[in-house]
């Protein structure tokens, strides 16, 4: 059966986090209280919509819907003067090799984020031509860990979800795979991504015959 491979961008392809966590820091900021980089690891993998919500319940704050819409605007403006610069040096370590060897093998791949930036970004880091198709924010309603995200990406590549092999450094990613019924691959502290079936620091420990064992597999 052919095998398809999903990675999700934020923490796996590139280091975005920081950038987010800046802005949302910048909006708690104006709204009177402080956001610590530990809060902000209650992000990972989660929807704009939800992060704002979870901000708001640690400030303490209730937003009227007209509010709420304005401050999600507003956060996102920031984030994107954030990542105005982003350049091929934020890729992180080993993820061009791994995606050029899929590459060099005709294995379909495809990006599977909650971000809504995600082919801006792709761009912006020179990797956009790896991916045959995107799903991010702007294509799915339920956010990670519903596995809506990856089951649309593996039927936009034509692969069974039980064939594609997806990348994730969050909790929700991870849970949202194995919804999913594919096989997962955290890429972070394997303690808090212990529900993956692979676990590596970052893309210099898998090695090309692991990818390989990977295609081969029935």
Request: include cysteine.
């Amino acid at each position: 059966m052919k095998k398809g491979f999903i990675f999700d961008l934020d923490g796996v392809i590139v280091d975005t986090a920081k950038y987010h966590y800046l802005a949302w820091k910048k909006l708690a900021n104006e709204l009177g209280f402080e956001f610590t980089k530990e809060q902000n690891e209650l992000f990972k993998g989660v929807s704009r919509k939800r992060c704002l919500e979870i901000l708001l319940e640690i400030g303490k704050i209730e937003a009227t819907k007209e509010q709420f819409g304005t401050w999600m605007v507003e956060k996102n403006v920031d984030y994107l003067k954030y990542i105005e610069n982003m350049d091929a040096s934020e890729i992180l370590p080993d993820v061009p090799r791994v995606l050029q060897f899929l590459k060099d093998r005709e294995i379909p791949i495809a990006l599977g984020s909650a971000s809504k930036n995600a082919q801006p970004i792709l761009e912006k880091v020179g990797l956009l031509a790896y991916f045959d198709t995107i799903v991010d924010g702007n294509n799915v309603t339920k956010a990670k860990p519903n596995p809506e995200v990856f089951l649309l990406a593996a039927k936009q590549i034509g692969v069974n979800a039980t064939d594609c092999v997806v990348f994730e450094d969050a909790v929700a990613g991870v849970e949202a795979a194995n919804a999913a019924n594919m096989i997962t691959i955290g890429i972070g502290d394997s303690e808090v991504l212990s529900e993956a079936k692979y676990n590596f620091r970052d893309f210099t420990e898998i090695n090309t015959s692991f990818i390989q064992d990977l295609i081969n597999r029935n």
